[in-house]
């Protein structure tokens, strides 16, 4: 497996597309689908109803409702309504720590992918689905990849500037970029590790204490260490499901967890259903 497919799956992103953006059309369903990736998402509901699960949290959006997911965080989703539809930005985990607009504060870009999901706001507003409707109509037209990406990035900085002002997220500390590149060989060590790592190992290998270690990476990810070095090999566990044949014990064995007892509960707690019902679904 490449590194790249197996950090990031199916997402291809690079320094001139950084952000991928798609319209999803979702049917009527009778339970609500979960799922776990890397990548941020946002999504804005441009018609029909839309219930999202996020962590603990269950709320309904109609026209104009946003969701957020940070990295690597469980969500659900589930169509109230046929036809349903939901524009979507998938968004590369280097974008915010790469972003710089002069005159402002970098931070809020951030903060409500950062922001637990019990206390984030709920927003709906008609405003943010007619800013995705110009976004649709425009790359539409017959232009370059890079104009388009271009006006995918602005529009989602419109949208996340739009929703800083509509709702109150946690304001955490103003992390420079300095700071999270400071943080990147511990993010590579997950990545290239199939093993749970300790945090003070990684903390070492950033070359700073364990505790400015552990308070920058939930600043910079929404995350404890160890808890994003879980849900990475749970996400790992849950392509391998619908990509390989490998048993429970395998990808037990595979991906570092102690038996098929720990990875079956920890999956259940993440996924909300049984490794064998994802594979399956």
């Known amino acids: 497996m490449k590194k790249a497919e197996a950090v990031l799956y199916h997402y291809k992103f690079s320094n001139k597309f950084p952000v991928i953006?798609?319209?999803h059309t979702h049917n009527l369903i009778p339970k609500a689908i979960f799922d776990m990736h890397l990548p941020p998402e946002l999504g804005v509901v441009?018609?029909?109803?839309?219930?999202r699960y996020s962590g603990d949290s269950y709320?309904?959006?109609t026209r104009g409702g946003v969701w957020i997911s940070g990295m690597l965080e469980p969500h659900g989703r589930q169509a109230l309504e046929p036809g349903s539809q939901v524009a979507v930005f998938i968004i590369s985990p280097d974008f915010f720590g790469n972003t710089a607009l002069p005159g402002v504060d970098n931070h809020i870009w951030q903060l409500p992918f950062n922001t637990?999901?019990?206390n984030r706001p709920l927003i709906i507003n008609e405003e943010l689905a007619l800013i995705a409707e110009n976004l649709l109509d425009f790359i539409e037209n017959?232009?370059?990849e890079t104009y388009k990406s271009a006006q995918i990035n602005l529009t989602l900085y419109e949208i996340l500037l739009k929703i800083n002002m509509l709702g109150e997220f946690d304001s955490g500390k103003n992390r420079t970029n300095r700071d999270f590149r400071r943080l990147q060989p511990a993010l590579q060590l997950i990545f290239n590790s199939r093993h749970a790592i300790n945090t003070d190992e990684a903390?070492?290998?950033?070359?700073?204490s364990t505790s400015l270690f552990s308070r920058?990476?939930?600043?910079?990810?929404?995350l404890s260490f160890r808890n994003f070095s879980l849900?990475?090999?749970?996400?790992q566990v849950a392509h391998d499901l619908k990509s390989t044949s490998l048993s429970l014990d395998e990808l037990a064995d595979k991906w570092g967890f102690s038996n098929k007892s720990h990875l079956l509960h920890r999956f259940k707690e993440h996924y909300q259903l049984t490794p064998a019902s994802y594979r399956k679904g």
């Open 21 to 23: 953006f798609d319209l």
């Open 46 to 51: 441009l018609s029909g109803k839309m219930a």
């Open 59 to 61: 709320f309904e959006l």
């Open 116 to 118: 637990a999901p019990a």
């Open 142 to 144: 017959d232009i370059p």
């Open 203 to 208: 903390a070492r290998l950033c070359k700073i």
């Open 216 to 222: 920058l990476f939930i600043e910079a990810t929404g």
């Open 231 to 235: 849900r990475h090999r749970l996400s």
